[in-house]
């Protein structure tokens, strides 16, 4: 009987063992097959950085997740370089960058790390939420960041934010308190809302989200005046391409449907709008690759928003979504 007992032991310890070794050798799989093709961070920055390139947050799994990196523009795909720096969100010209960090723990610190031309640190500032989005002006001597104050998401009804515009390192405040103007009337609501800057050229225009409620605006503002328009609604977080032709915007189609949203191209010349041909719902704020193109971060099925790629789409509805640049996110185009 005992020795009946210690064979069925030894056979179950033997299944048990082989069990344990296939999932290992599938759970080694599968983390293979998820990390074919990613490209090494194995790129100079100094010879990256030189030429035209893209910026972004990598989220690759493994040491440099969530780090700055950038790649060649003519070789999204190839080989990155990364520059050692954890950001949430990232913007860069050629002349600046802005890295938006968390620092988390038991309390969590957030803040804003100006970059110069090789995007190393050279200076820092606090933020007072959770970073979203942050744009610059193409002479890097406008910055713009949004936090969340309240809530961690667009799609949620009791969200809060702070967007604030620095001129040269100095804040001009938030812009929640600049008179605001929607169909005619001052916006005043108690739960108005604004996020999503994107310059002109003349450092004076800018254009930006306005919400309350279940309506968003988008808003052509005068830093000058230091007030804002409406100029139609359901568009959010703009992006005006860099021929200040065009803006594209995420937009909602059902106003019921929190976090639900198309991406979209407005001539601002003919005031025609063109639905693209990325179906999926997409919260981001869009990069012109060049007049005819975007960029955009989309998370990958099942991911729980930890790995994200940068798909790319024509601007004017045709044609399809393609990934440009692997594991990666807050894509910036340099040229």
Same mark, same amino acid.
């Given at each position: 009987?005992k020795?009946?007992?210690?064979?069925?032991?030894m056979i179950?310890a033997?299944?048990?063992?082989?069990?344990?070794?296939?999932?290992?050798i599938y &759970?080694r799989?599968?983390?293979s097959? /998820?990390?074919?093709?990613?490209p090494?961070?194995?790129?100079?920055?100094?010879?990256? %950085?030189?030429?035209?390139?893209?910026?972004?947050?990598s989220?690759a799994?493994g040491?440099?997740? =969530?780090?700055?990196?950038?790649?060649?523009?003519?070789?999204?795909? =190839?080989?990155?370089?990364s520059?050692?720096? !954890?950001?949430?969100?990232?913007?860069?010209t050629?002349?600046a960058?802005v890295?938006?960090?968390?620092k988390? +723990?038991?309390?969590?610190?957030? +803040?804003?790390?100006?970059l110069?031309?090789?995007? $190393?640190?050279?200076?820092?500032?606090? %933020?007072?939420?959770?970073p979203s $989005?942050v $744009?610059?002006?193409?002479?890097?001597? %406008?910055?713009?960041? /949004?936090?969340?104050?309240?809530?961690?998401?667009?799609?949620?009804a009791?969200?809060?934010?702070e *967007?604030?515009?620095?001129?040269?390192?100095?804040?001009?405040?938030?812009?929640?308190s600049?008179?605001?103007?929607?169909?005619g009337?001052?916006?005043?609501?108690?739960?108005?809302?604004? @996020?999503g800057?994107?310059?002109?050229d003349?450092? #004076?225009?800018?254009?930006?989200?306005?919400?309350?409620?279940?309506t *968003? @605006?988008?808003?052509?503002g005068?830093?000058?005046?230091?007030?804002?328009?409406?100029?139609?609604?359901?568009a959010?977080?703009?992006?005006?391409s860099? #021929?200040r032709n065009?803006i594209a915007?995420?937009?909602? %189609?059902?106003s019921?449907?929190?976090?639900? @949203?198309r991406l979209a &191209?407005?001539d601002?010349? !003919?005031?025609?709008?063109?639905?693209?041909?990325?179906? $999926?719902?997409? #919260? #981001?704020?869009?990069? @012109?690759?060049?007049?005819?193109?975007?960029?955009?971060?989309?998370?990958?099925?099942?991911s729980?928003?930890?790995?994200?790629?940068?798909w790319?789409v024509?601007?004017?509805g045709?044609?399809t979504?393609?990934?440009?640049?692997?594991?990666?996110?807050?894509?910036?185009v340099?040229?």
């Amino acid at each position: 009987m005992k020795r009946a007992r210690l064979i069925m032991l030894m056979i179950s310890a033997v299944l048990c063992l082989g069990l344990a070794g296939g999932y290992f050798i599938y &759970v080694r799989a599968q983390g293979s097959s /998820t990390m074919t093709g990613v490209p090494e961070s194995d790129a100079n920055p100094a010879s990256v %950085l030189a030429g035209q390139h893209i910026v972004f947050r990598s989220s690759a799994l493994g040491a440099h997740y =969530g780090q700055l990196a950038a790649v060649p523009l003519d070789h999204p795909e =190839g080989s990155r370089a990364s520059l050692g720096m !954890t950001c949430e969100r990232t913007y860069a010209t050629r002349t600046a960058g802005v890295c938006l960090f968390a620092k988390r +723990g038991v309390v969590q610190t957030y +803040g804003i790390t100006m970059l110069d031309a090789q995007l $190393r640190p050279v200076g820092n500032a606090e %933020l007072a939420g959770l970073p979203s $989005r942050v $744009r610059m002006s193409a002479d890097s001597s %406008l910055v713009a960041t /949004t936090t969340f104050i309240g809530g961690h998401s667009y799609a949620q009804a009791s969200f809060s934010t702070e *967007t604030i515009i620095r001129r040269d390192g100095k804040s001009l405040g938030n812009i929640e308190s600049w008179q605001s103007t929607v169909d005619g009337r001052p916006l005043r609501s108690v739960d108005r809302n604004f @996020w999503g800057v994107t310059f002109a050229d003349d450092d #004076d225009t800018f254009y930006a989200t306005a919400a309350s409620g279940k309506t *968003t @605006w988008l808003m052509r503002g005068s830093l000058k005046a230091r007030s804002m328009v409406s100029l139609r609604t359901d568009a959010e977080c703009p992006s005006l391409s860099p #021929d200040r032709n065009k803006i594209a915007y995420k937009k909602r %189609l059902d106003s019921n449907a929190r976090g639900v @949203w198309r991406l979209a &191209v407005l001539d601002l010349h !003919t005031g025609k709008e063109s639905l693209l041909a990325e179906t $999926r719902s997409v #919260d #981001d704020q869009v990069e @012109w690759l060049d007049d005819s193109r975007l960029l955009y971060g989309l998370s990958r099925p099942g991911s729980e928003a930890t790995t994200s790629d940068v798909w790319v789409v024509p601007a004017d509805g045709s044609g399809t979504a393609a990934v440009l640049i692997p594991e990666a996110s807050s894509p910036a185009v340099v040229r």
